[in-house]
């Protein structure tokens, strides 16, 4: 395997600091760093980014950022044991790795100084990914803050996040990723691929930001008719819907769906045209 620094091998830095793998904490090591570099690779211009990790852990990914160019990277982690190991990668690359030790849920990344254009680039925890991804895909203005998201998630997840109207991944998830980034996933790895293996396969989803909403919406109003589209998605959306407002036949006619349908048929552009006409008929 060829080297992609002069640092220790993961096994060794895993050994060094007894870094024994926590469940809780959703702890999936990738250990090669050949791999870890080519995730790395997925995210776009590294050399003019600022590049935000989740979860650095002993720092796989890290190395592959670094390695490959990005001009700094921000990483945030909850685990303290993982800290030293994480100051010497800082150390290798000096001015290039900021560390932050606390929870990804709390902590602001944009208190650190970081530059635009920021991407962000994870092996997630499996715990808070999917809501992670819900915070980055709603915040108050759009664009947003980052400009591209290259993440790992289980396969369903990333299945659910770049799902087609048309069958049962599809649903919340698709919308909020779809109506305002480009998803697609850019790499499938089995479980052998981390340490300890997790029981199912992964996907890396490489998500870029829009300039704008593919089809204008009020973001709220949006989310209100897609949670009551999907929250009982078996039923005929004029029942699913029928809680949104008394003429909600009307909306759905005007919004060009057939009342009789189900939200798994539904397009993207049919879910912004029905929130445009509930926000008109409010
Ligand atoms: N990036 C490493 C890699 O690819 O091998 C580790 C990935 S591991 C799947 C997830 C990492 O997220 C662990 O290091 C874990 O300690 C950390 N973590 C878990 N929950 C976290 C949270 N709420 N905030 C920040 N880091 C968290």
Redesign the pocket.
């Known amino acids: 395997m060829s080297r992609i620094d002069d640092l220790p091998p993961l096994r060794e830095v895993i050994a060094a600091h007894g870094l024994s793998a ?1 469940k809780e ?7 090669d760093l050949n791999l ?1 570099a080519r995730i790395a690779r997925m995210a776009g211009d590294l050399a003019q980014s600022d590049i935000i ?10 190395r592959g950022l670094l390695a490959e160019g990005a001009r700094r990277v921000l990483a ?4 303290a044991r ?1 800290l030293p190991a994480l100051e010497q990668i800082a150390a290798h690359y000096p001015g290039r790795l900021g560390v932050v030790a ?4 709390t ?1 602001d990344p944009l208190a650190h100084g970081l530059v635009p254009p920021i991407r962000i680039c ?7 990914g999917t809501e992670l991804l819900v915070r980055w895909l709603t915040p108050p203005q759009w664009p947003p803050f980052w400009t591209s998201l290259t993440l ?1 998630f289980q396969r369903e997840v990333a299945e659910r996040i770049t799902a087609r109207p048309g069958g049962r991944a599809y649903g919340r998830l698709a919308i909020l990723a779809q109506w305002r980034a480009e998803a697609r996933i850019v790499m499938d790895l089995p479980p052998q691929a ?1 340490t300890p293996p997790p029981k199912v396969s992964s996907a890396v989803v490489h998500l870029t930001a829009l300039p704008a909403p593919r089809h204008p919406a009020d973001p709220a109003l949006l989310s209100r008719v897609v949670a009551a589209a999907f929250g009982q998605r078996r039923k005929m959306l004029r029942a699913s819907l029928r809680g949104l407002h008394p003429a909600i036949e009307d909306l759905l006619h005007e919004a060009g769906i057939p009342p009789t349908e189900r939200a798994e048929q539904v397009p993207l552009e049919g879910f912004c045209a029905l929130a445009r006409a509930l926000a008109a008929a409010l």
């Open positions: 926590r904490l959703g702890q999936n090591f990738i250990l870890t990790e989740i979860g650095p852990g002993p720092g796989g990914l890290t945030i982690e909850k685990d993982c606390g929870d990804a849920l902590v994870a092996n997630l925890p499996y715990n808070v790992m981390f």
